[in-house]
């Protein structure tokens, strides 16, 4: 097995392979492209294979449901439809090569602090329609070979633990048949471990599926052999699907790997996943006319390739690639290539006054600053924080970001294009100051050519926030320290950090957002963020129109007459024009708001198309959501016992009749087509 995400790295084998950088998976999500998520997943699977491995650990799933995440550049979005296809389409890819994929952590581990021992108490509708709702989705529609159940207590029982969540809802309601690993050190009992159908410890050395615990349980009645075979038979059965009993991974392939395509593939996802969040009187794209552009940003950010961290320190660890392109070599690149007589000078920004005098007496600024969050812990600031550069784990070595900022824009804002490197959403106080804002995430090993192609408009940025971008330290479902990062409670379980606590009283999570989480509680509490879900700037402008929504019946009667056929769905159609000047995509949005009685806090994305359109080309886009889809588009869930989040997997997915309204756009908070449609489904 190998760890996944952004690339290849380490495994049984060890020293790290030669691999593709690809870009951090919130990028991935902001491109709103299937075929581009199936290439990376295609990409893993392959590179996987070359180094000798059967199974990949990944997709990670978690949804992004706070900015201060330590793992969120590993996790797709605050939308749990976007996450389940995109993360479906990243399985097939993966599973395509003969490769098994492992969806990661189920379930409720969307924070790193005190992560081995945390809990989160989760609403049963909340829990059911959002934060399994990816997993369910991804189960059913691409039959991923494994599951690694999280480390959090999730509602009173930890997770590898826990029959209700591997039973119950993978199991029993998802129809899975795959094989279950624990995230290492997340057992935490032998007997309960192998009743829910934990199969595979993940650990450097047993801890509870020993000889001598497994021998006890079995010795004392609380396990019998029949549990272990239960055990042992699904994951025996994928290898044997995947074909791994047949053919021995006994060599490395290398030969099997094409660098350089992988290479344009990756430079494209970086280029189609990065945001152009403010562009004020067409600062960019850029052009011949400037002589001089400063080049601003400490190493991490600005003097090299930012790829996406694979270590639990904060030491920008990462993919061994076979090349990178730094910021300033993809800026020369583009200038030659365009014909261009315009000079790049780079300054590191450990000196902020001398970076300050560069920017002053440059035509234009190019500022590069991030964030550095890595596994283990969360973010500490929404702000940009210091850089250990030297790695000396001294704070008199650290890099200060906030002085070099201000001191860059008190010397030339006016003529600054701020490029974030950055896991998500970040504060900025200076935003009205500068012109220009591209969040490029970290765009992996192609940086340099891929941020440079954006600038000067060689391609054209159509990437959409995958998450909100708020205005405070703590809003929607980061608001106060009970939802994030918890409070201690009595609950007879050692809190603490490390894998084992320090016996202080358990640190406990309450979402209490319920389903306002993400652009839902900014559209439910009627609070404008910064930048809203979806959006995302283009150098041409698009115009929707002709909103028609079509109900689609069964038995292959799709022209809604008859009486005998029962409603399925429904088919949404409307038109998308380029009206600027240059090509460009743009990732349409489908939104869907319930009647009042299913008693949701707003809209939900159903679906999304991104179409490629020339100056004044029009396109009829399509599409379908059905009531049988993975993600129950039209319905809510209706738990069984709400007050008892023990038994939070119970319940029934339900659909009322009524009025349900379309919305269709550019974002979350721009749907300038709607329609409503009243609806009847048959239930059962």
Known sequence: MTNGGTGVKGGSCGNDPEATGLPSTPAMAATFNRELNYEAGRILGEETRAFAHHVMLGPGMNLIRHPYGGRNYEYFSEDPYLTGILATEQVKGIQDQGVQAQLKHLAGNEQETERWTMGVQVPSQTMNELYMLP???????????????????????????????????????????????????AIHDTVAAIKAGTNVELDWAPQYYTEEKIQDALDSGEVTEDDIDNLLRPRYIKMIEYGHMDEPYDEFLPEIVDPIANGASARKMAEEGSVLLKNDNDFLPLDGEPESIALIGLEWFAGEAKMSPRSIRDNNDNVNTPYTVTPQEGLENVIEELGYDTEVTYNDGRDPEAAAEL????????????????????????GFPAIDLDEHKDRENYVEQEPLIEAVLEANAENTAVVLKTSGTVLMPWLDE?????????????????????????????????????????????????????????????????????????????????????????????????????????????????????????????????????????????????????????????????????????????????????????????????????????????????????????????TVDGKYQVHVGGSSADTPLEKSVPLKFQTQ
């Open 135 to 185: 997993f369910e989705m991804t189960v059913k529609d691409a039959d991923p070979a494994s599951v690694m159940c999280s480390f959090p207590d999730v509602n009173g029982t930890y997770a590898c633990d826990s029959s209700e969540l591997l039973q119950d809802a993978l199991r029993d309601n998802w129809g899975f048949d795959g094989y279950v690993m624990s995230d290492r050190r």
């Open 359 to 382: 920017a002053a007496e440059s035509d234009v600024v190019l500022l590069m600053i991030g964030d550095n969050p890595h596994e283990t812990v969360d973010r500490d600031t929404l």
């Open 434 to 654: 500068v012109p220009a804002v591209l969040e490029a995430w970290f765009p992996g090993m192609e940086d340099g050519n891929a941020v440079a192609n954006l600038l000067y408009g060689k391609v054209n940025p159509s990437g959409k926030l995958p998450m909100t971008f708020g205005a405070t330290e703590r809003e929607a479902a980061f608001a106060t320290e009970v939802q994030f990062p918890g409070t201690r409670q009595d609950t007879g379980k050692t809190g603490g950090p490390g894998p084992y606590g320090d016996g202080s009283d358990q640190l406990i999570a309450q979402y209490t957002e319920g389903l306002e989480m993400g652009y839902r509680w900014y559209e439910a509490n009627d609070v404008e963020p910064v930048f809203s879900f979806g959006h995302g700037l283009s150098y041409t402008t698009f115009e929707y129109n002709d909103l028609k929504v079509k109900k689609v019946r069964g038995e292959g009667n799709s022209n809604g007459k008859g009486n005998k056929s029962s409603l399925t769905g429904i088919e949404v159609s409307f038109t998308i024009k380029n009206t600027g000047d240059v090509a460009g995509k743009e990732a349409a949005q489908v939104y869907l708001t319930l009647p009042d009685e299913a008693g949701q806090p707003t809209k939900r994305l159903v679906n999304f198309e991104k179409v490629d359109l020339e100056p004044g080309e029009s396109e009829r886009v399509t599409v379908e959501i059905n009531q049988a889809d993975s993600n129950h588009p039209f319905s809510y869930f209706t738990p069984e016992e709400p007050d008892n989040l023990e038994n939070w997997a119970d319940g029934e997915w339900e």
